[in-house]
């Protein structure tokens, strides 16, 4: 039996198929490649040894999903594909509905065609909305969503507790996460960014000179030194809450939530130093106008995955920043060396 990781090839599904492998999962992975390439995939066999099938599939295409149903024995779904950018989100709003919303509800189908009714998926922290207080609690009320990427996030989540609710056959776990950054320690996969939309991407951008300056969004936030606070998380701290997902979900029926993150709240500018004290390296900035739809704190409360999942992330700052210059400077154009 093996698990179908969809988007597998990209930033946090490449990093959870080695973390899945290394536990012991057979896994197979679609992907239609459009923010990634299958080259993180051949990175995943060389960490791992492990070989295993990889399919370019779009998760909208109904024909392609049921061969790879009818090639391999299916068991549970890890799914990460979508489009994230929330800036494109906002200009090409139709085109995040269709391929996340749309799309899902494909892979859904054809999942319950197949008797496999066991899913894990990628939520946010941005479903918590500009209402909520930090530290956002799994037990919150959903807030209201400031783009359209991140309403997709929030309908999805309704649509399959819905979906539980009418067959209560489901299990169904979505883990809402923080801000994934860092890389695998090997520096062999990482964050690939075509564009980049994250603050730790462009962190590393300017650390190894392809931008000159970061542009820091405000620094007139009510936080101790006026920029944004988030709760960065290491990716393979990530990937690692899913292997314990899935593990959580497989024996089950049911809808759980979870947030994954540290817990701790770290500003742009405290990450920034973080970056040059770990790195030894110079990132200058500048302050600019604050970014719209940015909420000054996003923090989690991290103590349900403790408890229920034994789950927690263990890997630090330092370390994150570490990892992602690794990959940075082994690989300053991301898989396309
Ligand atoms: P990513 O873009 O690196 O990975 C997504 C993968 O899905 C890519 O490989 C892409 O080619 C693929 N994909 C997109 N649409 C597809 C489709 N229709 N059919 C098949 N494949 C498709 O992004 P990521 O950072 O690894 O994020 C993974 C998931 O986690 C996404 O759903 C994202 O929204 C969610 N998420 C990410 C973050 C973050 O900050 N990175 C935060 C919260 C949630
Ligand atoms: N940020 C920034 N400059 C950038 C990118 C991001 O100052 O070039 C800030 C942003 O305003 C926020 C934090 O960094 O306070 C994290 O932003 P990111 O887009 O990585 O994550 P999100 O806003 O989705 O939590």
Redo the contacts with the bound molecule.
């Keep these: 039996m093996s698990i179908l990781i969809?988007?597998g090839?990209?930033?946090?599904?490449s990093h959870t198929c080695v973390e899945l492998i290394e536990a012991g999962k057979d896994i197979v992975v679609?992907?239609?490649?459009?923010?990634?390439c299958s080259e993180s995939l051949e990175r995943v066999k060389k960490i791992t040894g492990k070989d295993f099938r990889y399919y370019e599939?779009?998760?909208?295409d109904r024909e392609g999903l049921e061969k790879v149903f009818a090639e391999n024995e299916i068991e549970a779904v890890i799914h990460?594909?979508?489009?994230?950018a929330v800036g494109e989100s906002c200009q090409k709003p139709w085109e995040y509905y269709d391929?996340n919303i749309a799309?899902t509800l494909v892979l859904v189908d054809v999942m319950r065609k197949n008797g496999c009714k066991k899913m894990v998926f990628?939520?946010?922290?941005?479903v918590y909305g500009e209402e909520n207080q930090v530290p956002f609690v799994e037990t919150m009320k959903t807030g209201t969503t400031t783009n359209p990427?991140g309403t997709t996030?929030l309908y999805i989540e309704n649509i399959l507790k819905d979906i539980y609710n009418a067959d209560n056959e489901w299990s169904i776990v979505l883990l809402r996460?923080f801000?994934?950054v860092g890389a695998h320690e090997s520096g062999l996969i990482g964050?690939a960014p075509s564009f980049p939309n994250?603050l730790m991407p462009y962190v590393s951008q300017v650390a190894v000179g392809k931008r000159e300056f970061l542009s820091i969004f405000g620094d007139c936030y009510n936080t101790p030194d006026g920029t944004g606070v988030r709760d960065y998380i290491h990716v393979v701290d990530l990937a690692l809450g899913h292997v314990k997902a899935i593990d959580f979900a497989l024996p089950r029926t049911g809808v759980e939530i979870f947030n994954l993150g540290t817990g701790n709240g770290v500003s742009v500018i405290g990450l920034v130093k973080a970056f040059e004290e770990a790195n030894n390296v110079s990132v200058p900035y500048k302050i600019v106008e604050p970014r719209a739809g940015d909420v000054a704190y996003s923090y989690a409360n991290a103590q349900k995955a403790l408890e229920i999942l034994g789950w927690k992330a263990e890997r630090d700052v330092k370390k994150m920043c570490e990892d992602t210059w690794r990959w940075q400077k082994n690989n300053p154009n991301g898989y396309a060396n």
């Design positions: 969809t988007g090839a990209g930033y946090i599904g679609i992907d239609n490649y459009s923010n990634s599939c779009d998760i909208r990460f594909a979508g489009l994230k391929n799309g990628s939520s946010s922290a941005t990427y996030k996460y801000n994934p964050e994250n």
